[in-house]
T-cell receptor
């Protein structure tokens, strides 16, 4: 039973380019969460999606960042016109339901480096 | 607003000794509480969670945590530490009242010395 999958594991972009991060949830999970981790810090919530819907994007910067979770295929976190401050590890998690006690299972992360 | 505090950036313990990693939380209502572990260049692995009921929660790899409502704490413990337990540990909280995001602490780095 495959866990949460993320690709690429490492991504290098130059300032001004676009970064696309992909996340495939665990089988049977339809709830996806994206988090950002800066060096020596905890994870910060960015966005919560269900299939074809954004439920909560309160943690996502208003500009340059977008997320989607289409009916078919993985969830995508897209960062346009990347800047050096976007360098971080981006983690995706999935859960079976949206219920409060439901465990979120994390992928291995994508480490984005902006040159 | 929800928040989590992990007051120690680093905890060092000798192999075979008991370990404690501290966590305190703040929520407006009642909490759901979680512990995760992160090994270098890996994602977070779920260890255990408190939902309701018994204050002592047992989880993976021999870890346990005790929910203390009066002290708003959820400390992670293990009776006998292993070198392989060395990792970064995160406490997280979610308010029971709504579908709010998980809020994480900054993490505590545990080093178990042989």
């Amino acid at each position: 039973n495959a866990g949460v999958m993320q690709n690429p594991r490492h991504l290098v972009r130059r300032r001004g380019q676009e970064a696309r991060l992909r996340c495939s949830p665990m089988k049977g999970h339809s709830h996806v969460y994206w988090y950002r981790q800066l060096p020596e810090e905890g994870l910060k919530f960015m966005v919560y999606l269900q299939k074809e819907n954004i439920i909560d994007e309160s943690g996502m910067p208003k500009e340059r960042f977008s997320a989607e979770f289409p009916k078919e295929g993985p969830s995508i976190l897209r960062i346009q016109q990347v800047v050096r401050g976007d360098s971080a590890a981006y983690f995706c998690a999935s859960s079976l339901t949206s219920g409060g006690p439901d465990t979120q299972y994390f992928g291995p992360g994508t480490r984005l480096t902006v040159l | 607003a929800q928040s989590v505090a992990q007051p120690e950036d680093q905890v060092n313990v000798a192999e075979g000794n008991p370990l404690t990693v501290k966590c305190t939380y703040s929520v407006s209502g009642n909490p759901y509480l979680f512990w995760y572990v992160q090994y270098p260049n890996r994602g977070l692995q779920f260890l255990l969670k408190y939902i309701t009921g018994d204050n002592l929660v047992k989880g993976s790899y021999g870890f346990e945590a005790e929910f203390n409502k009066s002290q708003t704490s959820f400390h992670l413990k293990k009776p006998s530490a292993l070198v392989s337990d060395s990792a970064l540990y995160f406490c997280a909280v979610r308010d029971i009242g709504g579908n709010t995001p998980l809020v994480f602490g900054k993490g505590t780095r545990l080093s178990v010395i042989a």
